[in-house]
DNA sequence: GCCATTAATTGTTTTAAATCAATTATTTTT
DNA sequence: AAAAATAATTGATTTAAAACAATTAATGGC
């Protein structure tokens, strides 16, 4: 469904060619790393990090897809980010109360990686070059969070919906038509609304002819239309 | 009105004893950090950086107190945090896009501390304590915007407007009774609502003997009772 | 100390979006 | 293939919170 490139993960020299984190790393780092990593196959469903759990690893999704969440209140969640094959996610404890700050859960058949946290620490302490993309990979997600707080707080539904579209057709697929591995209610998640809600904004915006929707399969047919949307709020 | 320790910065050495951020570096690390270096005196109301701007600084409050926000849609801000002295900020734009994601702007009379970022990166790259500690600091924004996430998208007003007042008790004032530098719109910014409701739950939780409210001096009389409504939502 | 301006309060109305309820489609399982 | 379970749709109702409007209080400038 999604792009994915590789089948299996042997050592970390792999992701030195996927991982752009990885680049700056000679090989004795990336042996440091390679030490005590280990893969793990999750099904469709199967939660790979628990929110609250202690952080001793650093993950990266070697194929499938997985949706990070934050567990709040009453069982509901809020979808942050669908994380693709070479992503690393796990680092908001890092070096803090070391405690995952999320849940991560497969939605289709997912590998992941783990890498143990010292390691990863002991590579930021020695290679400045990492730790510096590990900055940056730190203050992207900074400012994706406040672009997502003022989406989710500032914005009314039709906006919201317009930007989770968008985030997928940009961020994750990479085209204007696509299969969904979320239900409507993941859909909410992200958007922060109800499943109900998405159904009827989805139905309004192919009334307007912005989208057509088959069942899970979207295609974006005017995508100027969705920004604005967006913008608007 | 906040206690505020010290009145003038006149280099690093200082913030070597104030800002933890700053223990680990060394003699020639202070004095790289303290080339360049500005300290400039703000009115109240007025603006210290400029959300958008290219961040060719970071920033500390050397004294008075500053209110680091968002601006959203239709002049519409929502403030992150109430800036106190020896607090780092304007880092998210980092390594990253080079502009500042945030504005933020003097509440009191404030002066604030300019340090080049080229200079931070230097010592970052120079002192892995230092580049520990930074990454320490900004995984800790990250966990603080999830929390925030949660409240302004899932709670209600009274769970809301129950999480900034104690914030502003913990985390600012360190006190149960406090004069707020803050008007009713902007205790509404901090907690996404409008300033007629801030007005009305405010009221509400007098009536239930949780706080006093004099104008804009608040205090806490039942914690207790505050924390169970921001859990319950 | 008085006037002008801004901030806060209070009451009323409107609205966006959730909830509730019922039905229809899809998947899964047997 | 039929039955069961889950997901999606559709419509009706309720509700939390915004918007609007009007008044009162507080602040700042002269």
Not at 92 to 110: C, E, I, K, Q, W
Request: with cysteine; proline share 3%; glycine share 6%.
């Amino acid at each position: 469904m999604i792009n994915i490139k590789s089948e299996k993960c042997f050592d970390c020299t792999a992701c030195n060619e996927r991982s752009p984190l990885f680049h700056y790393l000679t090989k004795d780092e990336l042996a440091i790393m390679n030490a005590g990593r280990f893969e793990v196959h999750f099904d469709a469903g199967e939660t790979i990090v628990k929110q609250g759990t202690i952080a001793n690893h650093i993950m990266v999704i070697t194929s499938g897809i997985a949706k990070l969440f934050l567990e709040g209140i009453d069982r509901r969640n809020l979808i942050l980010d669908l994380v693709l094959p070479w992503k690393l996610f796990g680092g908001p404890g890092l070096f803090n109360d070391m405690r995952y700050h999320y849940s991560v859960s497969a939605l289709t058949a997912t590998s992941a990686c783990f890498i143990a946290a010292d390691h990863v620490r002991q590579v930021i302490r020695s290679n400045p070059d990492f730790a510096e993309s590990i900055l940056r990979h730190c203050n992207k997600n900074s400012a994706a969070n406040f672009d997502r707080l003022i989406s989710l707080t500032q914005k009314q539904m039709p906006g919201r919906l317009a930007d989770t579209l968008i985030y997928l057709t940009n961020d994750i697929f990479q085209k204007n038509r696509f299969t969904l591995p979320l239900s409507r209610l993941e859909l909410g998640e992200m958007s922060n609304m109800t499943k109900e809600s998405v159904t009827r904004i989805l139905k309004e915006f192919e009334a307007e002819k912005i989208i057509t929707v088959e069942g899970k399969t979207i295609e974006i047919l005017n995508f100027e239309v969705l920004k604005e949307i967006s913008v608007r709020g």
